[in-house]
């Protein structure tokens, strides 16, 4: 079921929040029980069969963190930590097999005598690469002292499915909510502005997303012989935008239905294409598996505080892991693997360069393109079905015999341009942090440093602005068809 859906928009959410909030604050425990099994079915709605997989994780976790806590309170640490290790081969097992197994099959068979075996074609269990680490994070906290035994099963149900980061993230730590889980206010701000922030994700996903990812999909069918450089560079530029929008407006309506419902959890971007180097683009970018990848893999690992020769190692495994991480196919490896250059080099030569001239406009103008040309090119290796299909795609990006051509196809970037300009506008647009100039706004007036006149005006606009925005969105969502989200893949 998606945000985005007329499903969940006008009968699930509604049906769900009427249920949450009939029942009084002081009954919480009722209040999380509501939302474990309103999270349950809507995850049912979407995986009918793999609901079972979801209540095994559910228990399965819930009893291995009770075992470890208890363990930990005897002062027997080996045996508590070989539950930890229980949990993570446990939970990588079953990740590994719905999204991994295929893969490895795959490839075995391309080996002469090892053809023995066949894909299973299974179908990936939605969210599953999330709340597999999300679990993980529960067990491996509570045995670094990070976090608490949750004893309520529903509660700690509740964690694990909570249905508005439940599909796609973003990855929510269970220490990050745990006080909130036991014991939360709802104010009319935070129910204002978590439906608000709603709004926004929904409206960058709509509106944005959408129609940026209608042109990427078509350019990307072409053949290698169909692209030219431009139509290239216009379907890369296009899927840009549409993973950005499609993702962060998903995190934003996350974040927001998560503060409705009481919950504060993290943001997962931060304008990542204001970036001026990759090493800050991924300190922008999903956020939440950025971190999780740093405090679970690369600080156990040494991180930085070892040889310059076993950080790279460090790196190189990281990065390798995070592509692995995104699906089973070469080229999310590769995409992997080509960030951990990237960062590599930059890390060695770059940064220091860049430290000695973060106050010279040409420079910092050079290092933004630089930035976003190696973004976009990673996103041809993410997008593209194949890596043989990347690699060409990408030729006809950089030869300027392609880029200067004449062709027909040439009218179609035309075409593209002219036909979704406002969604072009909009795109580029809000890729920089218009909001942050806004909420200095809303302080200011809030701090009585403007007239206070001017606050009722304010809020009058913001909401005029707001519900034309919800307009705009449903008007999208009821005049098209198209309504992918790519994160659903992973």
């Known amino acids: 079921m998606l945000f985005s859906s007329v499903i969940f928009l006008f009968l699930f959410l509604p049906a769900m929040l009427f249920m949450y909030f009939i029942i009084p604050k002081k009954y919480l425990g009722l209040r999380n029980i509501v939302l474990l099994f309103s999270s ?24 291995i963190g009770y075992c470890v806590s208890k363990n930990i309170a005897a002062d027997k640490k080996k045996i508590a ?9 446990i939970n990588l097992l079953v990740l590994g097999f719905f999204k991994y197994y295929d893969f490895f099959i795959l490839n075995l068979n391309l080996i002469p005598g090892l053809a023995f075996l066949k894909p299973l074609g299974l179908s990936l269990p939605i969210g599953i690469s999330f709340y597999t680490f999300q679990t993980m994070s529960y067990t491996i906290d509570i045995y670094r002292g990070d976090a608490k035994l ?7 149900g509740a964690y694990v499915v ?73 379907g890369a530029i296009a899927y840009s935008f549409q993973i950005f929008y499609d993702f962060s407006g998903y995190s934003d309506m996350a974040i927001g239905l998560s503060r409705v419902l009481g919950f504060h959890i993290p943001e997962n971007f931060n304008f990542p294409y204001i970036c001026k180097t990759i090493t800050d683009f991924w300190r ?21 505080r070892v040889s310059a020769a076993r950080n790279i190692f460090n790196i190189l495994i990281v990065w390798l892991l995070t592509g692995f991480w995104h699906g089973a196919a070469w ?37 933004h393109v630089y930035a976003l040309v190696l973004i976009v090119v990673g996103w041809v290796i993410f997008r593209s079905e194949n890596l043989p299909y990347a690699l060409s795609y990408m030729g006809k990006m950089f030869s300027p015999a392609s880029l200067f051509a004449s062709s027909n196809f040439d009218k179609q970037v035309q075409y593209y341009i002219a036909e979704y300009l406002p969604e072009w506008i909009f795109a580029v647009l809000f890729s920089f942090p218009l909001g942050i100039f806004i909420s200095k706004i809303k302080t200011k007036i809030e701090k009585g440093n403007i007239i206070k006149s001017a606050g009722p005006v304010f809020y009058g606009v913001r909401l005029v602005y707001v519900f034309a925005i919800f307009g705009l969105a449903i008007l999208y969502l009821v005049s098209s068809s198209f309504n992918p989200f790519i994160y659903f893949r992973f």
Do not use: C
Request: charged residues 15%; without cysteine; glycine residues 8%.
């Open 150 to 156: 949750q004893k309520n099963i529903a509660t700690f």
């Open 162 to 234: 909570m249905f508005p980061q439940l599909v796609a993230g973003p990855i929510v730590r269970y220490r990050t909510i745990a006080d909130e889980l036991n014991s939360r206010k709802i104010t009319s701000e935070d129910f204002s502005e978590g439906a608000i922030r709603f709004i926004y994700g929904l409206a960058k996903k709509l509106i944005i997303a959408n129609a940026m990812g209608k042109i990427a999909d078509e350019i990307f069918a072409l053949s290698g012989n169909q692209l030219t450089g431009k139509t290239a560079w216009l």
């Open 284 to 304: 922008r970018w999903h956020i939440s598996l950025s971190t999780w990848f740093r405090d679970y893999i690369y600080i156990p690992l040494g991180g930085n």
């Open 40 to 63: 349950l079915a809507f995850y049912f709605y979407g995986e009918p069969i793999y609901i079972f997989l979801m209540i095994f994780s559910i228990i399965f976790e819930y009893i």
């Open 331 to 367: 080229n999310f490896v590769v995409w992997g693997l080509y960030f951990a250059v990237i960062l590599i080099f930059e890390k060695i030569f770059l940064l220091k360069f860049l430290g000695n001239h973060n106050n010279n406009i040409i420079i910092n103008i050079l290092s």
């Open 81 to 89: 930590g070989r539950f930890v290790i229980a949990s993570v081969i």
